[in-house]
């Protein structure tokens, strides 16, 4: 059984001495089953996409009961993008949010993403759905004919 709780996190950084302030949604997860893939997704002023993308994951991977989690991370946006987080978070118990207190640039986003990542396999896409959901479940694919690394 899945349940979610918000949780504050305290990242220190090396060189200045800030933190990274991350706010999680669904962080303390109890999972039924092992998770097979997680997908972690940099989000930087994505407020408008970011609900297409996850019903494009959900169509290629959850309907197809592939056990995954989404890792939205917010890298310090502008425009509502956290909110929109929490809103896709609080629909799917499979996504996971996490917020940057301020932009600390995509590597770190993505550095978030691994650390909190529960995933066997580990697949990293951009959230503007350059390279769409569909490529990575081809990806994923050859992971199950025997490929280490695609």
Known sequence: MWYSKTDVIFAPRNRDSSYIILIGINCDMIFSKK?????IVPV??????????????????VKNNINVE????????????????????????WVRG?????NFG????????????????????????????EALHSLYQKIGEGYDVV
């Open 35 to 39: 998770i097979e893939l997680s997908i």
């Open 44 to 61: 930087y002023c994505s407020a408008e996409i970011i609900p297409i993308l996850v019903e494009r994951i959900d169509d290629v991977f």
């Open 70 to 93: 989404l890792l939205l991370v917010d890298d310090g946006s502008a425009d509502d993008s956290f909110s929109v987080i929490q809103s896709v978070a609080s629909k799917f118990s």
């Open 98 to 102: 996490f917020k940057h207190s301020r």
């Open 106 to 133: 995509q590597q770190a986003a993505i550095w978030t993403g691994l650390t909190h990542s529960k995933g066997e396999i580990i697949g990293i896409m951009d959230d503007d759905m350059q390279d769409p959901p």
